[in-house]
């Protein structure tokens, strides 16, 4: 019994030291979206902005590789309007040899508080050689009015790229010699208690 608990719990120390992992969050901000569709009295205006965290860094030379955050979330436009972990998501990436972002591409849609749908995204495309660079950040709200509901989209666009910010955080690394301690100190506190049990039973047995 004693030998199986202990393989438990060299086990478990083994898998928590493997668990460590570093977590990356990428922070957007993005240019001033310009109206440029309007057919009722709400426009957007503003910026895209927000986050989204991953499980670890993003590698190097992925070419518009898809990721899936473990939580996201992006602001924008006038009335704000917050699209977080629940909203439909589309996030790739392409970066360098050194992992730094050289290409992407974003898309979000959820629902305000108000019902209305909003949607927002941006693709950067880097210049080939032969092709320029491309880039856009468009805010969509699909909204309806009193009167009429169905009645109205706006869309604002910005031609100038956004910008991402990388933090990354190391997670807290198990120290082997601790580990070593802790097992043999709970090697030490077993072996106490088979003690302790094999006095009660020999009491017992008198």
Same mark, same amino acid.
């Given at each position: 019994? $004693?030998?199986?608990?202990?393989? *438990?719990?060299?086990?478990?120390?083994?898998?928590?030291?493997?668990?460590?992992?570093?977590?990356?969050?990428?922070?957007? =901000?993005?240019?001033?979206? %310009?109206? !440029?569709?309007? &057919?009722?009295? *709400? @426009?957007?205006?503003?910026?895209?902005?927000?986050?989204? %965290?991953?499980?670890?860094?993003?590698?190097?030379?992925?070419?518009?590789?898809? !990721?899936?955050?473990?939580?996201? +979330?992006?602001?924008?436009? /006038?009335? *704000?309007?917050?699209?977080?972990?629940?909203?439909?998501?589309?996030?790739?990436?392409? $970066?360098?040899? @050194? #992992?730094?972002? %050289?290409?992407?591409?974003?898309?979000?849609?959820?629902?305000?508080? @108000?019902?209305?749908?909003?949607?927002?995204?941006?693709?950067?495309?880097? $210049? /080939?050689?032969?092709?320029?660079? @491309?880039?856009?950040?468009?805010?969509?709200?699909?909204?309806? $009015?009193?009167?009429?509901? &169905?009645?109205? =989209? #706006?869309?604002?666009?910005?031609?100038?790229?956004?910008?991402?910010?990388?933090? +990354? !955080?190391?997670?807290?690394?198990?120290?082997?010699?601790?580990?070593?301690?802790?097992?043999?100190?709970?090697?030490? #506190?077993?072996?106490?208690?088979?003690?302790?049990?094999?006095?009660?039973?020999?009491?017992?047995?008198?």
């Amino acid at each position: 019994m $004693t030998v199986k608990i202990l393989g *438990l719990l060299a086990f478990g120390l083994a898998v928590s030291m493997a668990a460590n992992a570093d977590t990356e969050t990428l922070y957007y =901000t993005g240019s001033d979206v %310009t109206p !440029v569709t309007s &057919n009722g009295p *709400l @426009s957007v205006s503003g910026n895209i902005y927000g986050y989204l %965290t991953l499980d670890a860094p993003l590698a190097a030379n992925l070419s518009a590789a898809a !990721v899936n955050p473990s939580v996201f +979330s992006f602001n924008g436009g /006038d009335p *704000l309007s917050n699209l977080n972990s629940s909203a439909q998501n589309l996030f790739l990436f392409s $970066t360098d040899a @050194s #992992s730094n972002i %050289t290409a992407w591409i974003f898309a979000l849609t959820g629902t305000t508080s @108000s019902g209305n749908t909003f949607s927002e995204g941006s693709a950067f495309y880097p $210049t /080939d050689g032969t092709s320029p660079a @491309s880039s856009q950040d468009v805010m969509e709200l699909d909204y309806s $009015t009193q009167d009429n509901p &169905n009645c109205c =989209t #706006s869309i604002g666009v910005a031609t100038t790229p956004g910008t991402w910010t990388v933090a +990354s !955080v190391a997670a807290p690394e198990i120290d082997p010699t601790s580990a070593v301690g802790g097992l043999m100190l709970l090697l030490g #506190s077993l072996a106490v208690i088979r003690g302790r049990t094999k006095a009660v039973q020999a009491l017992r047995a008198r």
